[in-house]
């Protein structure tokens, strides 16, 4: 049984902990829910500080040339490429995720139309259990391009799928609910070879697993700089296209700023080269900026061996809080729902109660909050909670969860079961974000 010294030595010996002094994190408080909102760079209120105060308010309109703000997009995007497996030039910061998946699957399917699979490739294929987001706005674009959303529920049914009938294949590569992680490599030569076009969506991934896009040779990817990116609430995300796709197409939302000459202000459209088309509006500055304090906190981590060191460290957070679980909570009910295997899994793991537990795993969450540890909890299906049950769910971000913090973060979970405490009234009321 591995001891609260233990972890504390493991800790000590650990060359990524000086990384942790680079957010502000509130005294007390374990946070694992980075994948969901990323801790608070702490230069990130001086950097937006100094883009109020002196760009904005000194230099006011003179600062879109003189502090580049039109550049934002693209060096933050490089940067967030060195994290993807992208190559210079290659990945964007703009809009939200949901906007830039529309974007690529738009291009993608149009793609697949003006190519050989006209009139016979009508089939996107999706995972039920993917973020709602990539869903609807699949849903939509199905709707609109006469064609069909298939979505299958478990991982198993794809390859049945990928035949002739297929267009996109569009799949998160780590599961937001189970932390399940797909390998990209292999899937997308799957869909390859039948044929059809990858669309990634990286939101759980960027900043949390080494991603090699090029290696995985992937057509599309977008994902969010909020979560392992640390941007701040909202913060813009990201788009990426290979390169023999880039300049085949318009993008749907072909804004002032993505035009090839944008300040020659003409009435028909040009798109701009390569990825710099997938630009819609102007670029949110302050948000832009801040996003570009939380890219650089995982570039910290390149002399002490990059993505892949935060990798090692990664998994060796998430086995241990899988198997303290187990040990400390498996007789209380509590059960592991995400892959126990390293390479099947993110940077998360999350938890499931069993029945007659289930309808409190909401409490419980809250009852850690009041603890002073951030989790979050994610619905289930009601109909079929032991196929879908309702999650608990913890993010280990190595840049500042320890492993003293996986082991108290255990025995919190043990004691508010133990004592029954998440019966109070109020961790059972419900708020409109869990």
């Given at each position: 049984?591995?001891?609260?010294q233990d972890c504390?030595?493991?800790?000590?010996?650990?060359?990524?902990?000086?990384?942790?002094?680079?957010?502000?994190?509130?005294?007390?408080?374990?946070?694992?829910?980075?994948?969901?909102?990323?801790?608070?760079?702490?230069?990130?209120?001086?950097?937006?500080?100094?883009?109020?105060?002196?760009?904005?308010?000194?230099?006011?309109?003179?600062?879109?040339?003189?502090?580049?703000?039109?550049?934002?997009?693209?060096?933050?995007?490089?940067?967030?490429?060195?994290?993807?497996?992208?190559?210079?030039?290659?990945?964007?910061?703009?809009?939200?995720?949901?906007?830039?998946?529309?974007?690529?699957?738009?291009?993608?399917?149009?793609?697949?139309?003006?190519?050989?699979?006209?009139?016979?490739?009508?089939?996107?294929?999706?995972?039920?259990?993917?973020?709602?987001?990539?869903?609807?706005?699949?849903?939509?674009?199905?709707?609109?391009?006469?064609?069909?959303?298939?979505?299958?529920?478990?991982?198993?049914?794809?390859?049945?799928?990928?035949?002739?009938?297929?267009?996109?294949?569009?799949?998160?590569?780590?599961?937001?609910?189970?932390?399940?992680?797909?390998?990209?490599?292999?899937?997308?030569?799957?869909?390859?070879?039948?044929?059809?076009?990858?669309?990634?969506?990286?939101?759980?991934?960027?900043?949390?697993?080494?991603?090699?896009?090029?290696?995985?040779?992937?057509?599309?990817?977008?994902?969010?700089?909020?979560?392992?990116?640390?941007?701040?609430?909202?913060?813009?995300?990201?788009?990426?296209?290979?390169?023999?796709?880039?300049?085949?197409?318009?993008?749907?939302?072909?804004?002032?700023?993505?035009?090839?000459?944008?300040?020659?202000?003409?009435?028909?459209?040009?798109?701009?080269?390569?990825?710099?088309?997938?630009?819609?509006?102007?670029?949110?500055?302050?948000?832009?900026?801040?996003?570009?304090?939380?890219?650089?906190?995982?570039?910290?981590?390149?002399?002490?061996?990059?993505?892949?060191?935060?990798?090692?460290?990664?998994?060796?957070?998430?086995?241990?809080?899988?198997?303290?679980?187990?040990?400390?909570?498996?007789?209380?009910?509590?059960i592991v729902?995400?892959?126990?295997?390293?390479?099947?899994?993110?940077?998360?793991?999350?938890?499931?109660?069993?029945?007659?537990?289930?309808?409190?795993?909401?409490?419980?969450?809250?009852?850690?909050?009041?603890?002073?540890?951030?989790?979050?909890?994610?619905?289930?299906?009601?109909?079929?909670?032991?196929?879908?049950?309702?999650?608990?769910?913890?993010?280990?971000?190595?840049?500042?969860?320890?492993?003293?913090?996986?082991?108290?973060?255990?025995?919190?979970?043990?004691?508010?079961?133990?004592?029954?405490?998440?019966?109070?009234?109020?961790?059972?009321?419900?708020?409109?974000?869990?």
């Amino acid at each position: 049984m591995t001891t609260r010294q233990d972890c504390l030595a493991l800790d000590a010996a650990d060359p990524l902990a000086p990384l942790k002094d680079q957010f502000s994190l509130p005294a007390g408080t374990l946070y694992l829910d980075g994948n969901s909102l990323g801790a608070m760079p702490k230069a990130t209120a001086a950097r937006v500080q100094q883009v109020i105060a002196d760009e904005w308010g000194r230099d006011l309109i003179k600062s879109w040339n003189t502090a580049g703000w039109m550049d934002l997009p693209a060096r933050i995007g490089d940067k967030i490429g060195r994290l993807i497996g992208a190559k210079p030039g290659e990945t964007i910061v703009a809009d939200s995720t949901s906007l830039n998946l529309y974007k690529v699957l738009s291009a993608a399917l149009r793609i697949v139309k003006d190519g050989d699979g006209a009139g016979r490739r009508t089939v996107i294929v999706s995972e039920r259990s993917n973020f709602p987001t990539d869903l609807y706005i699949a849903e939509s674009l199905a709707e609109q391009h006469g064609m069909t959303l298939r979505l299958v529920d478990h991982v198993d049914e794809i390859p049945g799928l990928l035949n002739d009938r297929l267009a996109v294949l569009m799949l998160t590569e780590v599961n937001y609910r189970t932390g399940r992680k797909h390998d990209m490599k292999a899937v997308t030569a799957a869909a390859h070879a039948a044929g059809a076009l990858t669309v990634w969506d990286l939101a759980h991934s960027a900043g949390a697993i080494p991603v090699d896009l090029h290696g995985a040779d992937a057509d599309f990817a977008i994902g969010c700089g909020y979560k392992y990116l640390n941007g701040g609430p909202g913060a813009p995300a990201f788009v990426w296209a290979h390169p023999r796709h880039a300049d085949r197409f318009w993008q749907p939302l072909s804004g002032w700023l993505g035009h090839a000459a944008p300040f020659q202000f003409t009435s028909n459209y040009a798109p701009a080269p390569g990825i710099k088309r997938y630009i819609c509006g102007t670029p949110a500055i302050l948000s832009t900026a801040a996003l570009e304090c939380g890219v650089d906190t995982l570039l910290a981590a390149e002399p002490f061996g990059g993505m892949a060191a935060l990798r090692e460290k990664s998994i060796a957070l998430t086995e241990l809080f899988a198997r303290l679980a187990e040990q400390r909570c498996g007789e209380q009910g509590v059960i592991v729902v995400s892959p126990r295997d390293a390479a099947q899994r993110g940077s998360q793991v999350c938890l499931a109660l069993k029945a007659p537990l289930q309808d409190a795993s909401y409490a419980v969450v809250q009852a850690l909050i009041e603890r002073g540890v951030i989790g979050d909890y994610r619905a289930g299906d009601a109909a079929r909670l032991e196929q879908v049950p309702h999650i608990l769910r913890f993010g280990f971000t190595p840049l500042y969860v320890g492993f003293a913090d996986v082991w108290d973060t255990v025995e919190h979970l043990h004691q508010v079961l133990a004592t029954g405490e998440w019966r109070e009234a109020r961790f059972n009321k419900q708020a409109a974000v869990t």
